[in-house]
Every structure is written in structure tokens, then in C-alpha cells.
């Protein structure tokens, strides 16, 4: 597996929108438009898989048990939801490709979003 969805160089400004030490958003504190960081891209030509926004995913927040399985199922409900990817104001730590947090699913935020796709022909 990956650290970053480029590969292993660190989470730069050259590789995604994030903190950059000093500033939010690679010093705009606001998110960029889709693909404005190729260096980023993923193997596969996907853009944006870490920084900008934090990705919203299916499962709901739980902690891993210790013989965690290979994508494990999170539980049938819980008061939070997993976020993965880091947005345009998380450090380099947050934008691994194994880095998960959490959220309230109510409430809004500039930070946290979808990532949309199609499928593969």
C-alpha cells in the first residue's frame, strides 16, 4: 500500500491542498478546483484522493479491534461518520491513504465532502 495515493514522496504542496506549515490551502485557506495538483494524481489518473476535502465514507466510526481484517465493516450505527483524504487545512499526516478520523453527520462544513466517480466500462 501506498502512503500517499502518488506514492511515497511527502504530502506537499506540490502533491495535494493542505496546511502548508504556515497557511490553509496551500496559503488561499479555501479549497481548489478538481485536479488542480496533478503531482497527486494516483497511478490510475485520480484526482484529489488526499487534501482539498475530507471524503465522506459508508461505514460509521468505530475503533479497529486488534486482529482488524483487511477493510473491515464498521458497526450498523453510531453517532459519527469516517472521513478519509484530509482537507485543504490537515497537515501531511492526515493525507496518508491509511489516515482516518470522524464526524458528526448533522452540522455543515467547508472541509468535508463527497468525491464523485462512474463506474469502469
Known amino acids: 500500500m501506498r502512503t500517499y495515493p ?11 491542498v493542505m496546511y502548508d506549515g504556515t497557511n490553509s ?5 479555501a479549497t481548489w478546483a478538481v485536479g488542480s495538483k496533478t503531482a497527486g494524481d494516483s497511478p490510475y489518473g485520480l ?5 482539498n476535502v475530507f471524503e465522506w465514507n459508508r461505514d460509521w466510526y468505530d475503533t479497529y479491534s486488534a486482529g482488524a481484517v483487511t477493510d473491515p465493516v464498521g ?7 469516517v472521513l478519509r ?6 497537515s501531511a499526516g492526515s493525507l496518508r491513504a ?4 470522524s464526524d458528526i ?6 472541509v468535508r465532502g463527497l468525491r464523485c466517480m462512474r463506474s469502469y466500462p
Not at 6 to 16: I, R
Open 47 to 51: 484526482h484529489d484522493m488526499a487534501g
Open 75 to 81: 458497526p450498523g450505527s453510531a453517532p459519527v461518520r
Open 98 to 101: 491509511g489516515y482516518r478520523t
Open 25 to 29: 490551502g496551500c496559503g488561499t485557506n
Open 6 to 16: 502518488w506514492g511515497e514522496p511527502t504530502a506537499t504542496c506540490s502533491y495535494a
Open 85 to 90: 483524504g484530509g482537507g485543504f487545512w490537515a
Open 105 to 110: 453527520v448533522s452540522g455543515t462544513s467547508g
